[in-house]
Structure formats: C-alpha cells, structure tokens
C-alpha cells in the first residue's frame, strides 16, 4: 500500500502490507462446515493449521491453530490473535485478540508486541494509552521489527508518548528503511 497524503501514517501491520491474515479468499465468502479429517492428519503446529485451510476444512484449522498455541507455538498465538481482532472464522473480539497476542509477545514475539502497540496506540479494543504504544513498539524495534521502529519514529517525531525527539525520529526512520524486507 502506498501512502497518500491525508491516509494515517502509523498502521497495522497488516493494514501497511494490505493483506490480510487468511487471504482474500474470504472476503464476501460464506464459509460452509467441511467435513473433518482424520485426527491423524492433525499436526499441532501453524504449517499443519495451514493445510487445513488450504483444503477448506476451517474447524480444523482453527482447532489444529489452538492446539499448538495451547503448546506454546508462538506463531499460532499471534494468528489466532489476528483472527480475533480481524472476525475472520471467530466473532471479532480485541480482548481475546489482546490475550493471545500477549501470550505471544511474552515469548518475545515481535509482530505481536507490534499490533499490541498499535491497538494502544489506535485505541483498538483498549483505551488509547500512547506510553503504553511506545513500550510495546519499543520491545518489537529493538529486534529489529522495521514497523515497529517506523511507528515508534513516528511516536518521537509527533511527541506522543514520549518528549518530542525529530532526532531520534530521524534515526528510527532510517533504521527501518534499512532493515531487509519481511515476508509475512
């Protein structure tokens, strides 16, 4: 997604990259019961949670996502996270979308320290607390996570959160233009 003038310059991760979790194949789509697989199919991990959506089998999924995060799968944690705050195959919910992600980001999950950061800072779910942005922020930028360190640049330059700092800005701004490109 390009910027435009006028659009909101601090974003959601997946806001920034204009996907969405589960893709958008869902998007206007009923999604109807398929049958379940074979508990042997099961795998208590995300790739295995993937297969089952591949094959539509969107139960499945959602209990294999469980199961795995249940285990301590931090990835599953955030994507369960995601499919809460998001409504897709679960009622939207920003408090059990705030649960998992802290789950994940206490194992140090920096995409989830990221969007708890951004629902503090948007007021998603939560009541805005823009200290409470800038620490999650933080805790994602210092692992190197360019979103966090844009939107915490963006915190210092606007003075929120924080005293306002256009130096700090400025270093936070071109730190995340200089980390390599994540895939998600």
């Known amino acids: 997604m390009i910027m435009r003038p006028g659009m909101r310059s601090r974003l959601s991760g997946f806001a920034l990259l204009g996907l969405t979790l589960l893709g958008p194949t869902l998007l206007g ?9 074979a508990e042997e199919e099961l795998r208590p991990d995300c790739d295995g949670a993937d297969e089952f959506f591949r094959r539509g089998y969107y139960e ?3 209990q294999a996502m469980k199961r795995a995060a ?14 809460y705050r998001d409504g897709v195959l679960l009622p939207q919910d920003y408090g059990s979308a705030l649960a998992w992600y802290r789950l994940a980001a206490s194992r140090g999950h920096a995409f989830a320290q990221f ?3 951004t629902m503090y800072d948007t007021g998603s779910g939560v009541t805005q607390d823009y200290l409470e942005a800038v ?35 400025g270093v936070l701004y071109r730190l995340s233009l200089s980390q390599p490109k994540q895939a998600f």
């Open 60 to 62: 499945d999924y959602m």
């Open 135 to 169: 620490r999650w922020y933080r805790l994602a930028a210092n692992q190197g996570f360019p979103m966090a360190q844009r939107n915490l640049a963006v915190m210092y330059d606007e003075g929120l959160g924080v005293p306002k700092d256009k130096m700090r800005a």
């Open 115 to 117: 969007e708890i950061g």
């Open 70 to 83: 249940e285990m301590g799968d931090t990835e599953c944690q955030f994507r369960i996270g995601t499919t």
């Open 29 to 37: 789509q009923t999604l109807l019961a398929a049958p379940a697989m």
